[in-house]
């Protein structure tokens, strides 16, 4: 499937550019409540990372960074965006299909995975992370929303990670989100 969305995706991301350069990079939105709670350290893995938003919010907290897209027009922008916010050094980046799994690599404190689902990763995901890392995850979602083939269906997220620590949850106006503990 790699052909089909970078053909979907690439040009969106051409047309976005570099996502906006902030002196405080904010946090992805669905965990803007529960900041807090994200590491300050560690070793971070982001699913479809896109523009690379996610890199240097988590890079300016103090954690080194994966993140991964099938986009390599994506990947550019999110290496760019991460140099000129200084955290180049901190932050890598894959050109990665998620179809194919997760890329290789040793677990983490921390998988982020917004705007992107993939029930077929979910185990794989819980086994990445280290015990007592987060594992955060919003996607769109057919709460608040109409049904759609991208759209969880209600309860989806916590089926899928309520067998672990709950930090945070919620779905509503079209979002579904969860943040988990591996115990």
Excluded at 20 to 44: K, N
Excluded at 61 to 77: H, Q, T, W
Excluded at 149 to 155: H, L, T, V, Y
Aim: net charge negative; proline share 8%; with cysteine.
């Amino acid at each position: 499937m790699t052909k089909f969305d970078q053909e979907h995706w690439d040009p969106r991301h051409a047309n976005d550019g570099m996502a906006p350069l902030l002196h405080q990079p904010p946090p992805p939105p669905a965990f803007a409540h529960v900041e807090d709670v994200f590491p300050h350290a560690g070793e971070a893995l982001e699913l479809a990372c896109g523009r690379g938003r996610g890199a240097v919010w988590l890079a300016s907290r103090g954690m080194s960074y994966l993140g991964v897209d099938v986009s390599p027009v994506a990947i550019d922008l999110a290496r760019r965006l991460a140099e000129a916010s200084g955290h180049l050094d901190q932050c890598r980046f894959e050109v990665w299909d998620l179809d194919d799994g997760l890329p290789p690599g040793p677990k983490v404190d921390l998988i982020l995975c917004y705007l992107f689902r993939d029930a077929l990763l979910d185990e794989a995901m819980v086994q990445r992370v280290k015990p007592g890392g987060l594992l955060a995850v919003a996607v769109l979602s057919e709460v608040g929303a109409r049904a759609g083939r991208f759209r969880a269906r209600p309860g989806e997220l916590r089926d899928a990670f309520g067998h672990l620590e709950t930090l945070d949850e919620g779905e509503a106006d079209g979002m579904a989100w969860i943040l988990v503990r591996r115990r």
